[in-house]
């Protein structure tokens, strides 16, 4: 089976962290996994489809409105990340995000820029946004900016449409972001947040639909134990991750109920 942690892998570093962590999960848990990077512009949807999936994180989004719940992926855990503004809770929002010069200083500022995006299945990279502005943009007609640009597909991309001066704005998955200022201090310091979104359940762990029940629950316990496990201390430090904790699937009902309060508004996409 195969394991990828993409959303996450911010560069090498990290990338290496994740993939001692997977390394330690398969031996701890006897389950053969295979590292991979299916890396951008490759969708995230076709790793997720896959049938020999065995450990990959998964946006909460796509997740919840995928249209076959059969052959929907299957939660193993959730990650709580370290930072404290976290609370030691499977929490995660969206840091929206301006060049550091900009002069941009507040939400009521976005009005009329070029607003950047990720995918429009992504949680932090489209639907959170969406759903933070959906009364502002109703309030001047339905339209808060000049352009949306997009689909960049990562957080990386966003962050150098903003730094570029491609776009004046964007989101940021705020674990990502974190993770960002932790280990490229550098490029973190030419951003500003202006604007945070609610705190909304955090992208889930995930195997395939058809995973042998053994296999899950080896790879389940694994994950869970690893927060105990001092050889991975370096690891978990390096991902900004504390712990992996039960999934429950009925947190991430409230994403879609977050995505109807902006139909409701008649702010069915970012413009």
């Not at 991979?36 to 995230?44: E, K, V």
Request: with cysteine.
């Amino acid at each position: 089976m195969i394991a990828n942690a993409r959303m996450y892998a911010l560069n090498d570093s990290v990338g290496a962290a994740w993939r001692r962590l997977f390394e330690w999960v398969a031996a701890d848990a006897e389950v053969s996994l295979d590292v991979i990077a299916h890396p951008p512009p490759h969708p995230l949807g076709d790793l997720w489809r896959r049938d020999d999936l065995g450990c990959a994180l998964m946006c909460g989004f796509p997740w919840v409105t995928w249209r076959d719940p059969i052959e929907r992926p299957v939660p193993l855990a959730v990650p709580v990340p370290s930072p404290a503004n976290f609370q030691d809770r499977p929490i995660y929002w969206t840091d929206i995000v301006v060049r550091a010069d900009s002069h941009i200083a507040s939400v009521a500022d976005l009005a009329g820029a070029r607003f950047a995006f990720t995918v429009e299945d992504s949680q932090s990279g489209y639907q959170a946004p969406r759903r933070f502005f959906a009364e502002r943009a109703h309030a001047t007609g339905g339209r808060l900016f000049s352009a949306v640009v997009g689909p960049l597909i990562t957080p990386r991309r966003v962050v150098e449409a903003v730094v570029a001066g491609v776009a004046d704005a964007g989101p940021l998955d705020a674990w990502w972001h974190a993770l960002l200022r932790r280990h490229e201090p550098e490029v973190a310091a030419r951003l500003r947040t202006v604007a945070v979104t609610r705190p909304t359940p955090i992208p889930l762990v995930v195997g395939a639909a058809g995973m042998p029940e053994p296999q899950k629950r080896r790879v389940i316990a694994a994950l869970e134990r690893m927060v105990d496990v001092a050889e991975l201390s370096d690891v978990r430090d390096t991902l900004l991750l504390k712990r992996f904790v039960h999934a429950d699937p009925a947190d991430y009902r409230s994403l879609l109920a977050s995505a109807r309060e902006a139909n409701a508004l008649g702010y069915y996409r970012l413009q």
